[in-house]
């Protein structure tokens, strides 16, 4: 989320025996996630979470920080982990990530990337995953990101299609395809054996426009984005029978018979998050035979807040619009007869997070959702004394983990209870 507020503010294995994309219960690996109908299961039993979202955790260097971390998630009952599988540099950056340690995992130059797989490189993602295992945590691991941050999309227009092309060409340029795909082979077999993998995503957040401007090949109608879903979903399943597989969207929807929107300043203006400008389709992508559960996210008061959120205005209010969003995806989910997780959410201000959050969690979990708030908070991180810069500004604090006004960390009790709670409730769902 971080990095589209940035953007807005300026297998050897192979398939047998199928039915839908999907490999028969009894001939998943033992430890993996899978589901049934509407829910989640772990080796024939339920499987109810709350989990937590931190890209920052594979840009750490200190074990000790590394391990403090997920033993207060563990402590807090989160059982499921989303992060980052991608982190991207371009070759004139290369210098300055070698000099200060910095984590990268592809470096991007003239002809494409180049893999780095040591020390500075999916080394340090290897740990991560292997070290979430240890505290019985599953880590939902996002292919690449919408934004340009930390080496998303945009990379792969800028050096394949070119200065001027446009950002949906990474939908549709055949180069760009195949080398999405090469990387997505790379992490896949590297983890593809791994029991500590929950499920994979294919994009975070994928849209028709990023930070580079969007074109005609990708609006409403041209159903661009759902063809990408259900061809690279299909292509990790090749790859990977066994791990679920999900599209990591905001959950746009786009009903076509209907126009959705709102009065302003006199003016009716058609609804973005439902008039299918975003490319996304979130009831159709949720039928597509390798997508396993759907997600999507909730920031009102960012899509919104300057033009609904104002105190003269009694017909919209953040907490509103969130539950009717809530209620959305579950009516969606419950016609697919798949899982959904809310897999980001975030408000600003602890008098909206306190007010808010308790009737947002209730709803989700009164509707059968996994529970991905937006962003994991943590203290008392030692490396270079508690204070390191990341990227994008991105940093350790007095040794606090980067707050992008949606940071929830322990001391902040009585928001952190709301969650704490959530995760006891959805574990005795589980056992």
């Known amino acids: 989320m971080r990095h589209v507020l940035l953007a807005w503010l300026f297998c050897i294995a192979t398939a047998v025996g199928t039915i839908g994309g999907r490999v028969p219960p009894g001939k998943t690996p033992k430890g993996f996630v899978t589901t049934k109908g509407p829910a989640f299961n772990l080796d ?42 991608f982190n991207a540099i371009n070759a004139t950056e290369l210098p300055y990530a070698k000099e200060n340690d910095l984590t990268y995992y592809q470096v991007w130059d003239k002809g494409g990337w180049k893999l780095n797989d040591g020390p500075q490189g999916l080394k340090r993602l290897d740990n991560v995953i292997e070290t979430a295992g240890k505290y019985g945590i599953k880590v939902l691991l996002a292919f690449t990101n919408n934004w340009i941050g930390y080496g998303g999309s945009e990379l792969y227009v800028n050096w394949i299609a070119g200065s001027g092309a446009l950002h949906d060409s990474f939908y549709s340029d055949k180069r760009i395809v195949a080398s999405y795909q090469k990387y997505v082979k790379t ?37 661009l984005i759902s063809h990408w879903y259900k061809d690279q979903a299909a292509f990790v399943r090749k790859l990977d029978p066994h791990h679920l597989i999900t599209t990591g ?4 929807f786009y009903k076509r018979n209907e126009d959705i929107g709102y009065w302003y300043n006199g003016q009716w203006v058609s609804d973005y998050n439902y ?7 979130f009831d159709l992508d949720l039928t597509l035979d390798d997508i396993d559960f759907g997600t999507y996210h ?26 009717s969003w809530i209620q959305d995806h579950a009516d969606s989910a419950k016609k697919a007869n798949k899982p959904v997780i809310l897999e980001e959410f ?62 929830i960390y322990k001391n902040q009790t009585e928001i952190w209870n709301i969650f704490t709670d959530a995760a006891k409730v959805q574990n005795a769902k589980s056992k």
């Open 187 to 223: 992490i896949v077999d590297r983890y593809k054996h791994s029991e500590n993998i929950f499920a994979w995503e294919l994009m975070n957040e994928a849209r028709c426009r990023g930070d580079l401007q969007g074109g005609p090949g990708c609006v409403a109608g041209t159903d």
């Open 346 to 407: 975030g408000v600003s201000g602890i008098q909206n997070k306190t007010e808010i959050y308790p009737r947002w969690v209730k709803h989700a979990l009164d509707t059968n959702h996994g529970i991905l708030p937006w962003q994991f908070g943590m203290l008392g991180l030692k490396e270079n004394g508690g204070n390191k810069l990341f990227k994008y500004e991105d940093r350790l604090v007095d040794g606090a983990s980067p707050n992008d006004g949606f940071a």
């Open 44 to 85: 024939g039993k339920p499987f109810y979470f709350v989990g937590a979202n931190s890209y920052w955790l594979p840009l750490l260097t200190e074990q000790r920080d590394i391990d403090a971390t997920f033993k207060e998630m563990k402590a807090a009952g989160i059982k499921v982990l989303r992060t980052w599988g």
């Open 275 to 281: 008039n299918g400008q975003a490319g996304e389709d």
């Open 249 to 252: 969207g905001e959950g746009h």
């Open 298 to 323: 909730i920031y009102p008061q960012y899509w919104y807040g300057s033009t609904l959120d104002t105190p003269n205005n009694e017909n919209f209010t953040i907490g509103n619009w969130g539950l």
